[in-house]
């Protein structure tokens, strides 16, 4: 599946590895400077910190957080903007009805889903910066984070899974999504 993916990203044109690496540092600037642009215009917090190959912005929705991350995905050979709101430890009992209900879910997230890494259970959401706008920066954070929200509580009550948002840990107020 990956390679087919590259396959669909590959940019056929040749340039040289100067040219590459400075535009896509370029494309991660330009994505940086819309980002905190729309974080501004919502009245938000539009810090950063500076990670390996991008950026990372740290905010929250109710009682769920989550992460802005912009940098180069390594696996894709491309420049993505990913979503990730860490929610709930996977449950220790009932493990199967909890990756079917997972899966159920998924089917009514827009622009997101729910996912499992390691034994961590987030909503997840990456894309191409080619072509971003503001527009679909804001409503694919507002589904991450609203998705979040709003399935972090019932599936920790519902699986006994022991909740892990950063919202527990409540950034500034300013960092909150409104």
């Not at 905190?36 to 009245?43: A, F, I, N, R, T």
């Not at 912005?57 to 180069?72: P, T, W």
């Not at 729910?114 to 804001?138: M, P, T």
Request: proline share 3%; hydrophobic share 40%; glycine share 6%.
């Amino acid at each position: 599946m990956l390679d087919f993916m590259k396959s669909l990203l590959k940019d056929d044109t040749k340039k040289s590895a100067s040219t590459e690496k400075k535009e896509d540092t370029d494309a991660l600037k330009s994505a940086l400077l819309l980002i905190q642009g729309v974080l501004k215009d919502m009245g938000v917090n539009d810090a950063y910190t500076e990670i390996k190959g991008g950026y990372k912005f740290e905010k929250s929705l109710g009682s769920a957080g989550f992460y802005i991350i912009v940098k180069y995905n390594a696996s894709l050979n491309i420049n993505t903007l990913t979503f990730v709101a860490p929610i709930l430890k996977l449950p220790n009992r009932k493990k199967e009805q909890f990756f079917l209900r997972c899966l159920q879910l998924n089917k009514f997230l827009v622009s997101c889903a729910l996912a499992v890494v390691d034994d961590e259970v987030q909503i997840f959401s990456e894309r191409d910066l080619k072509g971003l706008d503001a527009y679909e920066f804001k409503m694919m954070m507002q589904s991450v984070a609203i998705s979040a929200n709003d399935l972090d509580d019932p599936l920790s009550k519902e699986f006994g899974a022991e909740m892990i948002a950063l919202g527990n840990k409540r950034p500034p107020k300013p960092d909150t999504i409104r």
